[in-house]
């Protein structure tokens, strides 16, 4: 008889927990907040002066809104006399003259947003296209100027350029016609606070556009140029995308401030003659606050005002997200 070896069956696990359980990995070691704290604090406290900053004149001022739901009064008490609830709400949405406010300040708003967010993008791509570096660097110093220079001078170059015998006058006499009051024509101030606004912001809104343009990889142009496309076709093509994130950032935050137009230039600008056309709600706000010693209401508004740009931040950042994919948060 032929015998037939068989190998030997395997021992069997000690335990069960050893057949089942894989090899100890080793314990991931979490530092906890402080010990990042006492690690990095030069780093953390450079961020104190920003924090403090934010927190006495954005979070602790936020207090104040109480009086919107309150009747204040000079030389009472900072938080109110005693609780009126929405009154002063319903009184000016009930006023014709806020919603003509209201829709001053949206037309400006809407005019400002269509003119002042994509002439920096056009200008960025343009300056990314000149490879002659003085002459851009010259164009840049040039578009850069107007931003530094204070909201009271340009309100006073455009006084002096728009009035009787300014320059704008005096080219219209030249061809013939009649000196026109600019500063005091509603039909006018628009235009002119729309002009003085691209003028002062376009060229320093091309900074972050032109940051963004540097960190497109050249290597997309090549592919784009092997494939036979030309600048127009790279531009739409690979540049655009390539700064999509920062549009979309930058749009966010226009949006975010679209009722706060320019609060300071249009005091400086307008006039009672010019105000069917040139007042706005910071401007109404101002006057009720300031002129009219009725605190409350014009807390009321300012609040409102508020509202609306949180909704409009978080619609836009939102619908930015779901379209998009680039969001702020």
């Not at 000149?130 to 002459?135: G, I, L, Q, S």
């Not at 790279?234 to 226009?254: A, C, D, K, S, Y």
């Amino acid at each position: 008889m032929t015998s037939t070896l068989r190998p030997p069956p395997p021992a069997p696990p000690s335990s069960p927990q050893q057949a089942q359980s894989p090899a100890p990995r080793s314990p991931r070691r979490r530092r906890s907040w402080r010990q990042a704290l006492r690690r990095d604090w030069q780093l953390y406290s450079l961020a104190v002066l920003p924090l403090l900053f934010f927190l006495v004149f954005r979070y602790l001022p936020m207090i104040g809104n109480i009086i919107a739901f309150r009747r204040f009064k000079p030389g009472g008490s900072i938080f109110g006399e005693y609780w009126v609830g929405l009154r002063y709400f319903r009184m000016f949405l009930s006023d014709p003259t806020f919603w003509e406010v209201f829709t001053n300040t949206l037309v400006l708003g809407t005019l400002t947003l269509l003119f002042c967010f994509p002439l920096p993008i056009v200008l960025a791509l343009l300056l990314n296209e000149v490879r002659a570096r003085r002459f851009k660097r010259f164009v840049q110093s040039v578009s850069y100027l107007p931003h530094f220079l204070s909201i009271v001078i340009v309100a006073a170059m455009v006084m002096q350029l728009t009035s009787i015998e300014g320059t704008a006058n005096q080219i219209v006499g030249l061809f013939g016609g009649d000196p026109v009051a600019f500063l005091q024509k509603p039909e006018w101030f628009r235009t002119i606070y729309v002009s003085s606004e691209v003028w002062q912001t376009v060229g320093w809104g091309t900074i972050l556009y032109l940051a963004a343009l540097t960190t497109i990889d050249e290597d997309l142009y090549e592919a784009a140029r092997i494939d036979g496309a030309g600048r127009l076709r790279q531009t739409w093509h690979v540049t655009l995308p390539g700064i999509r994130p920062t549009m979309v950032t930058l749009l966010i935050l226009n949006i975010g401030s679209f009722l706060a137009v320019g609060f300071e230039k249009i005091l400086l600008l307008y006039n009672p003659l010019t105000y069917p056309t040139a007042d706005v709600v910071s401007t109404y706000l101002f006057r009720m606050g300031f002129q009219s010693s009725n605190f409350s209401y014009a807390a009321a508004i300012g609040l409102f005002e508020a509202v609306i740009g949180l909704i409009l931040v978080l619609s836009a950042n939102v619908i930015s997200r779901r379209t998009v994919g680039t969001s702020l948060w």
